[in-house]
Antibody, heavy 120, light 110 residues
Framework: QVQLVESGGGVVQPGTSLRLSCAAS????????MHWVRQFPGKGLEWVAF????????YYGDSVKGRFTISRDNSKSILYLQMNSLRAEDTAVYYC?????????????WGQGTMVTVSS | QSVLTQPPSASGTPGQRVTISCSGS????????VNWYHQLPGTAPKLLVY???QRPSGVPDRFSGSKSGTSASLAISGLQSEDEADYYC???????????FGGGTKLTVL
């Protein structure tokens, strides 16, 4: 079935790095725009980053610009989020989302989320 | 980054029709399509409406979306207890080159 599975979350200290992965199955990954979205504990959703289906263009939210990098490997159907210089305020559940063609940036597929905790 | 504006809460009784609003600006809702999600506690969000008024396969026609100018709405008719959840609107902002989310509306079925 259509599925996204995130991994790589954990507890890290401020200033360190972490790489999240999102493995896709059940759909044509290479045709989907892919996003990372996060949710702070007990709060709403915040969009983090977006990468085109072919990986040629990338966009970032202001709060992560310059620290996070989104990438993808269409041969393996995997999406990544490299997070550097992590801060306490990056603590959140991170979801990957799949955006099908002509859907108006709609996240039709979501992963189950992976928790990132930044704490000393 | 600025967010789209939603009421923090909404409520209704079973069978009623409720509407959740989402206010933005010309660069997002005004020029782009709107998507709606709902989220049950402890679970990932689920897409309810895309391209302002389209429903994914499997979403009941009790859910409908619309927009006028820089505001959008999600209407839920025939309210059911299982509709109790958090609802979020979202849209691409072509000036910020970013996806914006609303702050979320907690729907309570009385």
């Amino acid at each position: 079935q259509v599925q996204l599975v995130e991994s790589g979350g954990g507890v890290v200290q401020p200033g360190t790095s972490l790489r999240l992965s999102c493995a896709a199955s059940g759909f044509t990954f290479r045709t989907y725009g892919m996003h990372w979205v996060r949710q702070f504990p007990g709060k709403g959703l915040e969009w983090v980053a977006f990468i085109w289906s072919d990986g040629q263009n990338k966009y970032y939210g202001d709060s992560v610009k310059g620290r996070f990098t989104i990438s993808r490997d269409n041969s393996k159907s995997i999406l990544y989020l490299q997070m550097n210089s992590l801060r306490a305020e990056d603590t959140a559940v991170y979801y990957c989302g799949g955006d099908p063609p002509r859907s108006g940036y709609a996240f039709a597929v979501w992963g189950q989320g992976t928790m990132v905790t930044v704490s000393s | 980054q600025s967010v789209l504006t939603q009421p923090p809460s909404a409520s209704g009784t079973p069978g009623q029709r409720v509407t959740i609003s989402c206010s933005g600006s010309i660069s997002n809702i005004g020029r782009e399509t709107v998507n709606w999600y709902h989220q049950l506690p402890g679970t990932a969000p689920k897409l309810l409406v895309y391209n302002t008024n389209q429903r994914p396969s499997g979403v009941p026609d009790r859910f409908s979306g619309s927009k006028s100018g820089t505001s959008a709405s999600l209407a839920i008719s025939g309210l059911q207890s299982e509709d109790e959840a958090d609802y979020y609107c979202a849209a691409w902002d072509d000036s910020l080159q970013a996806v914006l989310f609303g702050g979320g509306t907690k729907l309570t079925v009385l």
